[in-house]
């Protein structure tokens, strides 16, 4: 008997796909490579920058964080698809809690422009599985191919750099190798209005709570999540809002995708917060943005590093600690000005991985402290950021 996989009709009813029967595709890189599979998720044609990971685990997450806007993924590790997805309706949306942040999702939609495996899943094992993550892609109109040399690949994408290239899918159009990308990514994932976010515990008598204002430039759900975990009250902003037209006690730079370069607006208003001595803490995409903010520069790195097994040496301690991570660019240390030092520099090609003032509370890293998919071994760099906003309102 041929597998089979639960797929999504639009309008939510199900319906078999076969895999045996899959359409030819093929993936073609702007040097002219390409590699042949066949197509799952959505039978489209679609271009991006085209990435790897190197994450085990965790897909669900990647493929819904915002860090990831306009590229193509590729998956070094072998298998995906083996726990499902954690959808729980038919029309393959997730849950989410009373103030709108998704539960098992890093944003409320799948983020990333395609999908690139070795091998999928025909039929996942997990209690929370709701759907196939075939199933998933196509209700997401996203794009997958399996039965690629991803190890191939991978080592393609580390001897020439990232490189721009689109999935080609048998009976579709062609595109160009330039139409997936996305000239302002970070205004494309970023929110548009102000939004409070309240923590679930009341705050204690005679206890102010705390008020962290959170430039969204593309920022994982699991932030919001360890920060309220915390009892404080968070304002998302957008990235190109000025967080001093708010009250706050303490500033959170987000993640986000696309060259820190192109957020200017975001750069002018870290470098008038910096004016205001309260505590700033930035992750990822915040980390480049408060280093052009304090007056260094950044570069594209030739292949980014993504996924949950990069090692992190503090500075000082020089404690190993292994991180999670997605991001294209990184800090010039040699820029750096007088009154900041590197923080965290990673164990396998020397780059900054962190930076902090030497002369006020504020820091950034480059690295997932509240990484999700884990690990979280950095998570206490939040609690040692609220303990900085909590003495600065003493």
Known sequence: MDKKETGLKAGGALQPVRHRAAKQAKLVLEDGSEYSGRSFGRARSQAGEVVFTTGMTGYPQSLTDPSYRGQILVSTYPLAGNYGVPVKSKSGEGFFDEQGIPLHFESDRIQVSGFVVSEICDEPSHFTSGATLSAWLEKGNVPGIFGVDTRALTVRLRERGVMRGKI?????RDLTIDSGLVPNPVADVSNTELKTFLPPAPA???????????IDCGAKANIFRCLLARNVEVIRAPWNYDPGAVAYDGLFLSNGPGDPKDCGKTIAAVRKAFTLGKPIFGICLGNQIMALAAGADT????YGHRGQNQPCIETGTGRCYITSQNHGYAVRNETLPRGWEPWFINANDGTIEGIRSTKNPFSAVQFHPEGCPGPRDTEF???RFIAQVKEGVK
């Open 168 to 172: 080609l899918v048998e009976g579709g």
């Open 204 to 214: 204690a008598k005679n206890d102010k709570r705390l008020k962290i204002a959170l």
């Open 381 to 383: 760099l939040i609690d």
């Open 299 to 302: 570069y594209k790195l030739p």
